[in-house]
Each structure stands twice: as structure tokens, then as C-alpha cells.
């Protein structure tokens, strides 16, 4: 039977057992979309780097005889909507039937269900085979629970996948969790391993994108790319991953400096969201380099690098899913805020913010504490529009996709879900910054002063913060003691907070 299979430009999972197939009748689409370049402002290395990696993708399937339909977006059948595309396809070759892997993001499974629908020959739906939980396993775990802890579910996941326990089924290194021992400041030592081997030019895929006129944020050195767009690069990313950063990997896994963009983060997201990369064999693979050096490397870190993947990976998924599709609308704290202006340039005294924005914009890339505790804190303490926000997450990252850029964004980092993702509100002054970073010794604001013209603006913003939304986190007890401190303070403190905070509100671009 003639069939049509669909492979999105996020399901390039290799060990699919689509591929194990020898069928001379199934073919493969594969198709750059205006679709997909235009439902946000995407950071051109993001655009490119799927690009990338869906060209090499149809290449390597090809090399195996697979038939092959690949649409650049230059392509002269190409609809640019893949509806179309797949009406089209089905209409000139004269397919019998129609396959899809199930899509990540929720407007993708509606697009494909209609499509189903709306086609008149059978679709077949599959799973990607790419996480290690279904959908809605979060959803059935934390069934009758009022809080979804991350912590619950990670725990089971290690139970259930077997991953650091020891034989009587208690956790390796006595207990489970070693998030205390990963807050570390990085002074300059140790060295950070930065060779990664391998520059790719995109110099084709850029000027066709140009050619084209899809619009892009961002910079990109077209001669020069470094994200793993292949298999093999993936690959050796992650060795080089094991190799040379998991040994300091969880002691600075908070810690952010003003030279460096990686620090000893993995920079594996894009091969995992692309599916490059599986989950499992990231974890096994990371383990089994801990195990055979197990004399030089503490269990704090292979343990802080399994929680994000094993846990906030596969449970950020599951969130998403349970809460869509009225999660993308949510505002519990009522923030109203424009985005700022240097969101878009980095064009800020703040030199924390400068730096984090400057780093996403360079590199499509920050690193989980930049985007949650200096972009995502500064959107929230602003009291930015959760919409405002997520559209630059949504955007400006390399892996940023809804199904895990949304919970990030709209529930752990701003809050905006009232507390599904998050016990409390990821909120901090100057000082957080200041204790992980270097950033303030070079800052035109002073971390330590509240109120003067020389007040690092975060100081006012936070009890700002905490005053505004006061009814609002009043019965949460992890806020029992800002509240208490606030009380504590005298009018004229508040007051002076409150002058300061609103100026900056008003017009954050002056800062
Ligand atoms: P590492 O620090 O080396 O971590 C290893 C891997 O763990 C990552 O590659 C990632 O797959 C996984 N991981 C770590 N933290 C998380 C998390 N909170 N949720 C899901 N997976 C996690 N991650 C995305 O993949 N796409 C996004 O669009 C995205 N948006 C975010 C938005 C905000 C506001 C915040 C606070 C975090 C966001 N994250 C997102 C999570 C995290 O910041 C990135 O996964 C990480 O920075 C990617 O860099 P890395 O590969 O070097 O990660
Ligand atoms: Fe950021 Fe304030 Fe430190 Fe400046 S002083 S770097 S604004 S935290």
C-alpha cells in the first residue's frame, strides 16, 4: 500500500521503528514551512539549526534507499502550510494512506486532527518514541493531588526506570536529591573545557532564508555554526559533555559569569527537543562516564544532570499536556506590563540583564539560571504581560519549543499558572544575583543601596513586588516571611520602595 509519512523537523529520532522498515512504497515528507518560520520571531540560529538538521535528516534516510520528499522553503510546490502540502502530495501520488508521529506542541495535534479529518484516505497516528513517559502519565500519577510536586514525580521516575538506586531500591549516594550542593559561584576556576570540535557552514541555508524574507532575531555566524545538527555532532556533543563538564557540572550548575555563556551546561536541549538525541541514552551515557570515574566524580553531579532531564524534562511535558489548552491564557497575578525595548538589543545599564540578553541574542542560548532568574525575574518583578513573555522565550532560545518554552516561561518562571509548576514565585532583589554571579562588581548600580538614583533597580522592584501581589500570595507559606519582613519596615521605607519601583516600571527602558 502507498503510504505518506510525515516526519516534522522535531521528530529526528533515528532509532525510530519507522526507519527499521524496508518498504518500497512508503515515502517520507519532510518540509521547511512559512508555517513554522512564522508563528513567532524566531532567533535565526534556531531556523537554521532545524534546517539543518532536517536536510541532514532526509540525507541520512536516503542514503538508506528510503523515498524521500524534501521541501525547502523555496521549494515551487511548496504551500508553506502543511495541510496543503499533505492534500497535495496525497492528490499527485496518489497515496493510500497517511501516517504521523504525534506531534509535541497542541496546535501541531489539531492541525494533523483536522487534517485526518478533512482527508480522504485513513490516517495511522504513532508515537514519537522519544520521552520516557506518555502524554498524560503526569496527569494519572498526580491524579486526586492538589500540588504536583516535581520532586514526587522525579522520585518516581528513578524507581520506575531503575536510575541511580542501589540493589535494595533506596537512592545512590544516600539520598535523592542533591539540589544543596549544586549552588556554587564560579570565580574563575575551575577551568571550563570549551572545545567542541566541529564549525559548520550554513552560508546556503542563511542566504535562502534571506532570499525568502523570513524574518529572524538575532546574530549567527554563517561560517562558524556550533549547534549539533547531526547525529554524529549531537553525539559528540554529549561525549564532550561527559568528558570534560559533568565533573563540575551540578556544583555550578546556578552560577553565572559575565565571560562566559556555557559555563559547564551541556548545550544538549536542541539535540534532545529534535529528537536527535534520546533521553535515555543522554542519561545512560552520562552515567556510565560517572560510573567509570566514580573516584573523581561526586554523585552530586551526575544526580543534579539526571533530575533535569529524567524530572524537569519529562515532568515540564507532562504539565504541559494536563494544562493545555487553557495554560496559554493564564495570568493569575494580573500583569499587565509591556515587554521592555531591550528585551530586543540588550541595550541596559542593568549589566545582569545586558549580559543575559546579549548571550541569547548572540548565541540563541542562556542557561536555565539567566533565563529564570534575571530575564524571566526581571519580566515578573516589571509585572510584564505573561503573553509579552513567553512570545521572546518562544522565540530567542534554540530549544524552544511550546511544549516545554510554556511551562518554563508561563508557570515556573512568571508564576502565571498561580503555582501548578512553581511552590512559590522565582523572585529575588539584587543580592540572588549578586551571591551567583560577578555581574554586579562591574554594574553601574550599586546591589547593595534600596532607594538612592544609584539602587540596583531589582532591590525596589522585589518588595514592589511582594506588596502588590500581597492578597495574592498571602496564603502561601513559603511567602510567610517576605510578607513578615515587609510588615516590619517603616512607612517611609515602603514608601521610598514604592516610588523607586513604580519609576522603573514605568519606563525600564531608561535603566
Ligand atoms: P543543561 O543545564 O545542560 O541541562 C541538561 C538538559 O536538561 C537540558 O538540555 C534540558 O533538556 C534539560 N532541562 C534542564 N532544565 C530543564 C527544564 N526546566 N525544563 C525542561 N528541561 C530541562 N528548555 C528547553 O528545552 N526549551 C525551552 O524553550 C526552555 N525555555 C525555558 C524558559 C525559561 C523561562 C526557563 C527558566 C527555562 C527554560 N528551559 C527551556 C529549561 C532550561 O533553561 C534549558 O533546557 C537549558 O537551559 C538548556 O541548556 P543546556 O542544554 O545547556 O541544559
Ligand atoms: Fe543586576 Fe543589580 Fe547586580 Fe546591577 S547591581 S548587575 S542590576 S543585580
Given at each position: 500500500m502507498k503510504r505518506l509519512r510525515l516526519v516534522l523537523g522535531d521528530q529526528l529520532n533515528h532509532n525510530h521503528s519507522w526507519y527499521r522498515d524496508d518498504d518500497a512504497e512508503t515515502w517520507y515528507f519532510i518540509a521547511e514551512?512559512?508555517?513554522?518560520t512564522d508563528y513567532a520571531s524566531h532567533h535565526i540560529q534556531k531556523v537554521v539549526a532545524f534546517f539543518e538538521a532536517m536536510a541532514e535528516f532526509a540525507a541520512w534516510l536516503k542514503v538508506r534507499g528510503k523515498n524521500v520528499i524534501h521541501y525547502t522553503l523555496d521549494h515551487p510546490e511548496n504551500s508553506q502550510n502543511l495541510g496543503t502540502n499533505i492534500a497535495g502530495l496525497v492528490a499527485k501520488h496518489q497515496f493510500a494512506c497517511f501516517q504521523?508521529?504525534?506531534?509535541?506542541?497542541?496546535?501541531l495535534d489539531q492541525q494533523l486532527a483536522q487534517l485526518a479529518d478533512d482527508l480522504s484516505i485513513p490516517t495511522e497516528v504513532f508515537d514519537s518514541e522519544h520521552f520516557l513517559t506518555e502524554r498524560n502519565a503526569l496527569s494519572k500519577f498526580f491524579e486526586g493531588k492538589k500540588t504536583l510536586l516535581m520532586e514526587s514525580f522525579y522520585r518516581h521516575m528513578r524507581k520506575q526506570h531503575d536510575i541511580l538506586l542501589t540493589s535494595a531500591g533506596e537512592p545512590e549516594g544516600g539520598q535523592w536529591n542533591f539540589d544543596q550542593s549544586n549552588r556554587k559561584k564560579w570565580t574563575g576556576s575551575p577551568e571550563i573545557p570549551h572545545a567542541r570540535g566541529f564549525r559548520k557552514?550554513?552560508?546556503?541555508?542563511?542566504?535562502?532564508?534571506?532570499?525568502c524574507g523570513v524574518k529572524t532575531i538575532g546574530a549567527i555566524d554563517p561560517q562558524q555554526f556550533s549547534w549539533p545538527t547531526s547525529r554524529e555532532d549531537a553525539l559528540a556533543v554529549?561525549?564532550?559533555?561527559?568528558?570534560?563538564?559533568?565533573?563540575?557540572?551540578?556544583?555550578?550548575?546556578?552560577?553565572?559569569?559575565?565571560?562566559?555563556?556555557?559555563?559547564?551546561?551541556?548545550?544538549?536541549?536542541?539535540?534532545?527537543?529534535?529528537?536527535?538525541?534520546?533521553?535515555?541514552?543522554?542519561?545512560?551515557?552520562?552515567?556510565?562516564?560517572?560510573?567509570?570515574?566514580?573516584?573523581?566524580?561526586?554523585?552530586?553531579?551526575?544526580?543534579?544532570?539526571?533530575?533535569?532531564?529524567?524530572?524537569?524534562?519529562?515532568?515540564?511535558?507532562?504539565?504541559?499536556?494536563?494544562?493545555?489548552p487553557d495554560y496559554r491564557r493564564c495570568n493569575r497575578l494580573h500583569n499587565h506590563r509591556p515587554l521592555p525595548e531591550f528585551y530586543w538589543s540588550g541595550n541596559t545599564q542593568m549589566n545582569c540583564l545586558h549580559h543575559a540578553i546579549r548571550n541569547s541574542l548572540d548565541n540563541a542560548y542562556a542557561h536555565h539560571i539567566q533565563r529564570l532568574m534575571i530575564t524571566g525575574n526581571f519580566a515578573l518583578l516589571a509585572q510584564v504581560h505573561p503573553d509579552q513573555v513567553e512570545a521572546w522565550y518562544l522565540g530567542i532560545y534554540i530549544d524552544a519549543i511550546e511544549w516545554v518554552e510554556m511551562p518554563n516561561t508561563r508557570g515556573m518562571s512568571q508564576f502565571a499558572d498561580g503555582g501548578l509548576v512553581a511552590t512559590k514565585p522565582y523572585v529575588s532583589?539584587?543580592?540572588?544575583?549578586?551571591?551567583?554571579?560577578?555581574y554586579c562588581e562591574s554594574c553601574r548600580y550599586n546591589v547593595k543601596e534600596r532607594t538612592s538614583d544609584e539602587a540596583c533597580p531589582f532591590n525596589s522592584l522585589y518588595w514592589h513586588f511582594i506588596e502588590e501581589k500581597r492578597e495574592r500570595l498571602a496564603h502561601n507559606p513559603r511567602m510567610s516571611m517576605m510578607l513578615h519582613q515587609l510588615d516590619k519596615m517603616s512607612d517611609a521605607d515602603r514608601k521610598a520602595l514604592r516610588t523607586r519601583a513604580r519609576q522603573i516600571i514605568q519606563n525600564p527602558d531608561k535603566f
Amino acid at each position: 500500500m502507498k503510504r505518506l509519512r510525515l516526519v516534522l523537523g522535531d521528530q529526528l529520532n533515528h532509532n525510530h521503528s519507522w526507519y527499521r522498515d524496508d518498504d518500497a512504497e512508503t515515502w517520507y515528507f519532510i518540509a521547511e514551512m512559512r508555517q513554522e518560520t512564522d508563528y513567532a520571531s524566531h532567533h535565526i540560529q534556531k531556523v537554521v539549526a532545524f534546517f539543518e538538521a532536517m536536510a541532514e535528516f532526509a540525507a541520512w534516510l536516503k542514503v538508506r534507499g528510503k523515498n524521500v520528499i524534501h521541501y525547502t522553503l523555496d521549494h515551487p510546490e511548496n504551500s508553506q502550510n502543511l495541510g496543503t502540502n499533505i492534500a497535495g502530495l496525497v492528490a499527485k501520488h496518489q497515496f493510500a494512506c497517511f501516517q504521523y508521529q504525534l506531534p509535541d506542541e497542541y496546535r501541531l495535534d489539531q492541525q494533523l486532527a483536522q487534517l485526518a479529518d478533512d482527508l480522504s484516505i485513513p490516517t495511522e497516528v504513532f508515537d514519537s518514541e522519544h520521552f520516557l513517559t506518555e502524554r498524560n502519565a503526569l496527569s494519572k500519577f498526580f491524579e486526586g493531588k492538589k500540588t504536583l510536586l516535581m520532586e514526587s514525580f522525579y522520585r518516581h521516575m528513578r524507581k520506575q526506570h531503575d536510575i541511580l538506586l542501589t540493589s535494595a531500591g533506596e537512592p545512590e549516594g544516600g539520598q535523592w536529591n542533591f539540589d544543596q550542593s549544586n549552588r556554587k559561584k564560579w570565580t574563575g576556576s575551575p577551568e571550563i573545557p570549551h572545545a567542541r570540535g566541529f564549525r559548520k557552514n550554513v552560508t546556503a541555508t542563511v542566504a535562502r532564508l534571506e532570499h525568502c524574507g523570513v524574518k529572524t532575531i538575532g546574530a549567527i555566524d554563517p561560517q562558524q555554526f556550533s549547534w549539533p545538527t547531526s547525529r554524529e555532532d549531537a553525539l559528540a556533543v554529549l561525549r564532550h559533555f561527559c568528558s570534560a563538564l559533568l565533573p563540575h557540572f551540578g556544583d555550578y550548575q546556578d552560577a553565572m559569569h559575565d565571560r562566559e555563556v556555557y559555563l559547564f551546561h551541556s548545550r544538549l536541549s536542541f539535540a534532545l527537543n529534535s529528537k536527535l538525541l534520546h533521553p535515555q541514552e543522554v542519561i545512560d551515557k552520562a552515567i556510565a562516564h560517572w560510573r567509570a570515574h566514580q573516584s573523581e566524580i561526586d554523585i552530586s553531579q551526575i544526580e543534579g544532570f539526571v533530575r533535569q532531564i529524567l524530572g524537569w524534562r519529562e515532568y515540564m511535558r507532562g504539565i504541559y499536556w494536563k494544562a493545555m489548552p487553557d495554560y496559554r491564557r493564564c495570568n493569575r497575578l494580573h500583569n499587565h506590563r509591556p515587554l521592555p525595548e531591550f528585551y530586543w538589543s540588550g541595550n541596559t545599564q542593568m549589566n545582569c540583564l545586558h549580559h543575559a540578553i546579549r548571550n541569547s541574542l548572540d548565541n540563541a542560548y542562556a542557561h536555565h539560571i539567566q533565563r529564570l532568574m534575571i530575564t524571566g525575574n526581571f519580566a515578573l518583578l516589571a509585572q510584564v504581560h505573561p503573553d509579552q513573555v513567553e512570545a521572546w522565550y518562544l522565540g530567542i532560545y534554540i530549544d524552544a519549543i511550546e511544549w516545554v518554552e510554556m511551562p518554563n516561561t508561563r508557570g515556573m518562571s512568571q508564576f502565571a499558572d498561580g503555582g501548578l509548576v512553581a511552590t512559590k514565585p522565582y523572585v529575588s532583589s539584587g543580592s540572588y544575583i549578586h551571591k551567583m554571579s560577578n555581574y554586579c562588581e562591574s554594574c553601574r548600580y550599586n546591589v547593595k543601596e534600596r532607594t538612592s538614583d544609584e539602587a540596583c533597580p531589582f532591590n525596589s522592584l522585589y518588595w514592589h513586588f511582594i506588596e502588590e501581589k500581597r492578597e495574592r500570595l498571602a496564603h502561601n507559606p513559603r511567602m510567610s516571611m517576605m510578607l513578615h519582613q515587609l510588615d516590619k519596615m517603616s512607612d517611609a521605607d515602603r514608601k521610598a520602595l514604592r516610588t523607586r519601583a513604580r519609576q522603573i516600571i514605568q519606563n525600564p527602558d531608561k535603566f
